[in-house]
T-cell receptor
């Protein structure tokens, strides 16, 4: 079992729709969870971080964390073609090292 | 302008050659990291440093070496022992060396290709 799992996609959504990206993790002791966006050929940029169970909203982005079920998700409302990218989930293990998933490719079509 | 810089953007390595990738940050961050990214795979940790003159191996350190002589700089050398070096190399930094909530920020990356 991979430590951090994401569906590779592509996830295709129409412009204006809600995109839902999911991530599961195996280490119950994980404490911090991050979503990065990576455009093709570019480096990852931080979108959201979440540390407590529940929802955290920032503009069009909402991160959701459920530690009991060991999953974290990212919702993108009013998706735009500029949101088309690969979204990386990263989880901080108790050893204080980030573990990255392989990413989900999102395609937003007009 | 604060940030993390990596150079060169593209690097070509010949058989048996050692090459060094540069990473500099002016964010006054204590911790610095090197990752490797291959197509279809997540980022894998090569080395990290939490303080000057100290560094630790990550998950795939074989064939690589680093130094941390200055807080701002964390160069990575890809040695000839690394048999499959073609990848996208990413340097990152975070403010504090400890703490599960420390966020890592990435430089623009260096793409290494083998001739």
């Amino acid at each position: 079992q991979k430590e951090v799992e994401q569906n590779s996609g592509p996830l295709s959504v129409p412009e204006g729709a809600i995109a839902s990206l999911n991530c599961t993790y195996s280490d119950r002791g994980s404490q911090s969870f991050f979503w990065y966006r990576q455009y093709s050929g570019k480096s990852p940029e931080l979108i959201m971080s979440i540390y407590s169970n529940g929802d955290k909203e920032d503009g069009r982005f909402t991160a959701q964390l459920n530690k009991a079920s060991q999953y974290v998700s990212l919702l993108i409302r009013d998706s735009q073609p500029s949101d088309s990218a690969t979204y990386l989930c990263a989880v901080n293990r108790v050893t204080d090292k980030l573990i990255f998933g392989t990413g989900t490719r999102l395609q937003v079509f007009p | 302008d604060g940030g993390i810089t990596q150079s060169p953007k593209y690097l070509f390595r010949k058989e048996g050659q050692n090459v060094t990738l540069s990473c500099e940050q002016n964010l006054n961050h204590d911790a610095m990291y090197w990752y490797r990214q291959d197509p279809g795979q997540g980022l894998r940790l090569i080395y990290y440093s939490q303080i000057v003159n100290d560094f630790q191996k990550g998950d795939i350190a074989e064939g690589y070496s680093v130094s941390r002589e200055k807080k701002e700089s964390f160069p990575l050398t890809v040695t000839s022992a690394q048999k499959n070096p073609t990848a996208f190399y990413l340097c990152a930094s975070s403010m504090l060396p400890q703490g599960p909530q420390e966020t890592q920020y990435f430089g623009p990356g260096t793409r290494l290709l083998v001739l």
